[in-house]
């Protein structure tokens, strides 16, 4: 608490005021019959400007904050959606139509073999859509048992995790996980449909796989990504969203709303899940506040600070 109350000093000389109480107005602005919401850490912005720039005011109140278990993994397809294409008799193979990387339809002609058996030409075709990972096959060469193709829906991916001994008891098949690539552009969440029951590699660490859409064709096979898996939670009694806190003249804030006004509030924070964090002090459950697009009224009040002061 005492963090707290420092931080509300130092917030008092910037607004000249604590938020907690009404402040009183300075003689000059009480002449004129207005309060100099600048100086004192708040702005007033009409409701329809505030919407059409994305300012949305939730209500503080209980939340639960997740666990999370970082990891990290790669990539891949979905095993359940790739299909190994082979000749269905021995032959030679006459023609092929498709090569590594081309997109396929369900039925399209991959090659074609001449039998044996009948000396008759017959066609290999895509048993699924999806796209060539990979040709085992070249005219004039012989078809046998082997594959000759292997394709892959990619609509479809896979993330594969690793996950140290010491962890896995807290991993299930079902649970949530929020995968991101490295470089952050892209970020989706699925759930875990499997884990490995063996360590591989020199760490031993075990495969924890979660499935991912990828009707957008976000994600590469083959690319490195991580992840949050979430394996647990604890409701608290006041959370809010990570996009409402913000850092003014080294406090961590947010911005209380009444009608069209929005004021600096001091608050000390718990813990959080990335989302979603838990407000230990200064702000009550049931208080408005801004939820997402805090920055613009942070922005918003410093300009105005900096203007009063020259």
């Known amino acids: 608490m005492k963090h707290l109350i420092a931080a509300l000093m130092g917030i008092a000389i910037f607004s000249g005021g604590c938020s907690d109480s009404s402040p009183t107005p300075p003689a000059e602005s009480q002449e004129h019959g207005a309060v100099d919401d600048h100086r004192e850490g708040r702005v007033t912005i009409p409701a329809e400007t505030a919407k059409e720039a994305g300012v949305v005011v939730e209500a503080a109140g209980?939340?639960?904050?997740?666990?999370?278990?970082?990891?990290?993994?790669?990539?891949?397809?979905?095993?359940?959606?790739?299909?190994?294409?082979?000749?269905?008799?021995?032959?030679?193979?006459r023609t092929i139509?498709?090569?590594?990387?081309?997109?396929?339809?369900?039925?399209?002609?991959?090659?074609?073999v001449e039998s044996n058996e009948s000396l008759q030409t017959y066609a290999v075709t895509a048993p699924i859509a999806g796209v060539v990972t990979a040709r085992h096959a070249?005219?004039?060469?012989?078809?046998?048992?082997?594959?000759?193709?292997?394709?892959?829906?990619?609509?479809?991916?896979?993330?594969?995790?690793?996950?140290?001994?010491?962890?896995?008891?807290?991993?299930?098949?079902?649970?949530?996980?929020?995968?991101?690539?490295?470089?952050?552009?892209?970020?989706?969440?699925?759930?875990?449909?499997?884990?490995?029951?063996?360590?591989?590699?020199?760490?031993?660490?075990?495969?924890?796989?979660?499935?991912?859409?990828?009707?957008?064709?976000?994600?590469?096979?083959?690319?490195?990504?991580?992840?949050?898996?979430?394996?647990?939670?604890?409701?608290?009694?006041?959370?809010?969203?990570?996009?409402?806190?913000?850092?003014?003249?080294?406090?961590?804030?947010?911005?209380?709303?009444?009608?069209?006004?929005?004021?600096?509030?001091?608050v000390e924070l718990?813990?959080?899940d990335g989302e979603w964090v838990e407000v230990t002090a200064g702000l009550a459950a049931g208080a408005a506040h801004v939820a997402r697009n805090s920055f613009l009224i942070k922005a918003d009040i410093e300009k105005s600070a900096a203007s009063h002061e020259h």
């Not at 139509?97 to 074609?112: F, I």
């Not at 991993?171 to 875990?192: F, M």
């Not at 979660?210 to 083959?222: C, E, K, M, Y």
Request: no cysteine.
């Open 62 to 93: 209980p939340r639960t904050i997740e666990d999370l278990l970082p990891l990290y993994g790669v990539i891949a397809p979905d095993p359940e959606a790739v299909r190994a294409v082979s000749a269905r008799f021995p032959g030679s193979i």
């Open 97 to 112: 139509a498709r090569s590594p990387g081309e997109t396929v339809k369900r039925g399209d002609v991959l090659a074609t």
């Open 138 to 266: 070249n005219p004039g060469e012989m078809a046998g048992d082997g594959p000759l193709f292997v394709i892959a829906d990619l609509s479809r991916v896979v993330a594969d995790l690793a996950v140290f001994p010491r962890d896995i008891a807290r991993v299930r098949p079902g649970q949530r996980a929020r995968v991101r690539s490295v470089d952050g552009g892209v970020a989706h969440e699925g759930r875990v449909i499997f884990v490995s029951p063996a360590g591989a590699g020199a760490n031993q660490a075990l495969t924890v796989r979660v499935q991912l859409d990828n009707a957008g064709r976000h994600w590469t096979p083959g690319v490195y990504v991580n992840a949050d898996l979430l394996v647990g939670g604890t409701t608290v009694p006041v959370a809010v969203r990570t996009d409402a806190v913000q850092r003014v003249r080294g406090v961590q804030v947010v911005f209380r709303n009444d009608g069209d006004t929005y004021e600096v509030q001091p």
């Open 270 to 272: 718990g813990r959080s």
